[in-house]
């Protein structure tokens, strides 16, 4: 069965402060693709990035980077120097077949 | 860019009434979803539909039909509704090729309300 789990249900930070989001998978599948997206107040799911199982590159865009390692089964988020335009709920996602699972979601609150 | 457009930002309804949710997207993409999400639950999705006039149950379907008549349009159903069906319902579509590595493009929400 697959599963992703994000253990922080909700994260406060001050401005400029770095702040990573965990995200643990598990899957039987030795394909597959890992998603995060953020959910902004206005609530439509934006894509951030996408990272297929194949390639343990780590991603940087801008202030947003991303950490994926196979062997901990973690595909991690940081944000750098967060600003308050960050605050959303981020959510994690696997694919390995016909569906997406979600994780259940993080909160993010950036305080000015 | 791809547009995912919902009927309704928020929906108040009744109780046993017959519920329809619109769903529009404008990028010719083969793959529609719909899910709800919860407080503590996350996504989860409730049909999925590949092509015009097939659907796909997801994790949590009961109560809920669907339909594809069009490409571009997915409609969920709730033939009647009931209180434990208030939540936040999200459209998303995909393009075919390669299911598992599409990102999905979701609309803004429908905030439904089952009084």
């Known amino acids: 069965a697959q599963k992703v789990t994000q253990a922080q249900t909700e994260i406060s930070v001050v401005e400029k402060e770095d702040v990573t989001l965990d995200c643990v998978y598990e899957?039987?599948?030795?394909?597959?693709?890992l998603f995060w997206y953020k959910q902004p107040p206005s609530g439509e799911l934006v894509f951030l990035i996408r990272?297929?199982?194949?390639?343990?590159q780590n991603e940087i865009s801008g202030r947003y980077s991303w950490n994926f390692q196979k062997s901990t089964s973690s595909f991690n988020f940081t944000i750098t120097a967060s600003q308050v335009v960050d605050s959303a709920v981020y959510f994690c996602a696997l694919s390995a077949g016909d569906k997406i699972i979600f994780g259940k979601g993080t909160r993010l609150h950036i305080l000015p | 860019d791809v547009k995912v457009t919902q009927s309704s930002r928020y929906l108040v309804k009744r109780t046993g009434e017959k519920v329809f949710l619109e769903c529009v997207q404008d990028?010719?993409?083969?793959?529609m979803f719909w899910y709800r999400q919860d407080p503590g639950l996350g996504l989860r999705l409730i049909y999925f539909?590949?092509?015009?006039?097939?659907?796909e149950k997801g994790d949590i379907p009961e109560g809920y039909s669907v339909s594809r008549e069009k490409k571009e349009r997915f409609s969920l159903i709730l033939e009647s509704a009931s209180t434990n069906q208030t939540s936040m319902y999200l459209c998303?579509?995909?393009?075919?090729?390669?299911?598992?590595?599409?990102?999905?493009?979701f609309g803004p929400g429908t905030r439904l309300t089952v009084l």
């Open positions: 539909s590949y092509d015009v006039k097939m659907k």
């Open positions: 990028m010719d993409h083969e793959n």
């Open positions: 998303a579509s995909s393009h075919y090729r390669d299911r598992a590595s599409n990102e999905q493009f």
């Open positions: 899957t039987r599948d030795t394909t597959y693709y």
């Open positions: 990272r297929n199982s194949f390639d343990e």
